[in-house]
């Protein structure tokens, strides 16, 4: 069975962990502030802020810029639910705008007609592993508006020389076991404002300042990330070029192989974009030879790990069709949910991996 994912889980990782579990200092430490330190410089920016998740870091970063009830937030219905759910976390309501079917990402042009007095700020999902069109920073510039990036799946991905995170005015990243860079659960915030730093650090610990414990300045959580994750990722920033140089170079071995199907589209990677591939995902044409979910059933069967992000987009589920959504509102991302296939990319498949589910595809009639 070739595995869909794969965290990568060397002996390095276990002594790190091992050395944090002898020094005593388990929770909150020398190691996280380390990690932000480096994690910041990878990206660029000012800051980073180490928390509990990318949900955390998401959550964090709009209630930082103010965020509350009866504020809009302009996002992609074609992501993970906590992209959104940040928003209502907030109070706020999640204004859904359709994707560009090229790289899946929020469509620049359809997030004008969705800006309106109320609209707070946006989220722009590096969807699979690339950066969302820059124009949306421009268009939330001139209308006010602040730009959260979701780049919870794009470590180490960059657009016009500019790195993940480095884009809108915060950005959230996931260290979740399945991502390219991850430490079990973890999370991180990144931005070049001193003021939505310290918001972010007060929010992960209960509203208190690291200069003033036990006063509360404002709302906040318990968001901590503690030292044995932080040490884990430090392990896997430590590899992470040579993790995202082997990802790249497998996508490249697939498009290769792939791009012969005629009817499979393999993914678009655009202009001055480097792609990370937290996903490498196809989508089926509409003459291809078997439906979608036969497709899924043949891989399966053929060990070839397979899924589909997203089976279903986010507006036709309870939690947001509450907000007046239906079917047929957002049609490009509805087309996409029903033929799009990620297949294994992670630094473990191997050539002969790739192979064989060349050789796959080249037997469907």
Known sequence: MIPLVRPIMGEEEKKAVMAVLDSGMIAQGPKVAELEERFAAMC????????????????????????????????????FAATANSAIMCGAKPVFVDIDEDTFNIDPEAIKEKITKKTKAMIPVDLYGQIYDPKIDK??????VFVVEDACQAVCASSGGKMAGSFGHMAAFSFYATKNMMCGEGGMITTDSDEFAELCRRFRHHGQSQQTRYQYHDLGYNYRMTDIQAAIALVQLDRIKELTDKRIANAKLLDAGLKKISWLKTPHVASGNKHVYHQYTIRLKEDAPLSRDVLLEKLKDAGIGCGVYYPKPLHLHPNFARFGYNGGDFPLSEAASLGVISLPVHPMVTRENIKYMIEFFEGIE
């Not at 509990?52 to 992501?79: K, N, Q, W």
């Open 44 to 79: 660029g920016t000012k800051h980073a802020i180490a928390v509990t998740s990318g949900t955390a870091a998401l959550h964090a970063s709009l209630h930082c810029l103010g965020v509350r009830p009866g504020d809009e937030v302009i996002t992609t219905p074609f992501t």
């Open 139 to 144: 268009i939330a510039k001139d209308n006010n």
